[in-house]
């Protein structure tokens, strides 16, 4: 079965950075394009990032355009999202993704908190 | 870019039908599928409609998806309601370059 486990998730002060990492099993990690989804306390989902299965196109929402950088190791089957300049609006869920252009299977998300 | 646009929230009692939209700002909706996820409080979303009205295995059919050219739009209809019906609902398309999420509608089962 597909699983998605996503970690490296936690405090960090404004400014800061953090790597996350999502792993997956279950599936050929190197046939599909992988996404990144974030989601703020209380609010709606939010794309922020997408890369193609062999990582040569990568899309980023402009919230996080040159802040973030979309990752992945096909041999390691593992996908990452390394964060730059944090601000607390990046203060989310974020959820590692499947892509097909629509959603076919999520992780459980990790909790990313950006505050002094 | 487009945007695809859902209603804040939706109230309807049990063993009714409540019908959710989801217009798209630029762009045929029928251009690309649209998806529609639930997600309950405290829990990642699940699929409940794939592909503008394929429901997945597990998904009772009182889930329904529809598409309308005319208004550019599409639907998730839930009949029967049941309280464990309660939860946000997402609707999801994309094109060549993104992929876009409706803000989500809170569905309350009263």
Redesign the interface.
């Known amino acids: 079965q597909v699983q998605l486990v996503e970690s490296g998730g936690g405090l960090v002060k404004p400014g800061g950075s953090l790597r996350l990492s999502c792993a997956a099993s279950g599936f050929t990690f190197s046939d599909y394009y992988m996404s990144w989804i974030r989601q703020a306390p209380g609010k709606g989902l939010e794309w922020v990032s997408y890369i193609s299965s062999s990582g040569s196109t990568i899309y980023y929402a402009d919230s996080v355009k040159g802040r973030f950088t979309i990752s992945r190791d096909n041999a390691k089957n593992s996908l990452y999202l390394q964060m730059n300049s944090l601000r607390a609006e990046d203060t989310a869920v974020y959820y590692c993704a499947r892509d097909r252009g629509l959603v076919d299977y999520w992780g459980q998300g990790t909790l990313v908190t950006v505050s002094s | 870019n487009f945007m695809l646009t859902q209603p804040h929230s939706v109230s309807e009692s049990p063993g009714k039908t409540v019908t959710i939209s989801c217009t798209r700002s630029s762009g045929s909706i029928a251009s690309?599928?649209v998806?529609w996820?639930q997600?309950r409080p405290g829990s990642?979303?699940?699929?409940v409609i794939?592909?503008d009205n394929q429901r997945p295995s597990g998904v009772p059919d009182r889930f329904s998806g529809s598409i309308d050219s005319s208004s550019n739009s599409a639907s998730l209809t839930i009949s029967g309601l049941k309280t464990e019906d309660e939860a946000?609902y997402?609707c999801?398309?994309?094109d060549s370059?993104?992929?876009?999420?409706?803000?989500?509608t809170k569905l309350t089962v009263l």
């Open positions: 690309n599928y998806q996820y997600q990642a979303p699940t699929t794939y592909e946000d997402y999801q398309s994309y370059i993104q992929r876009v999420f409706g803000g989500g």
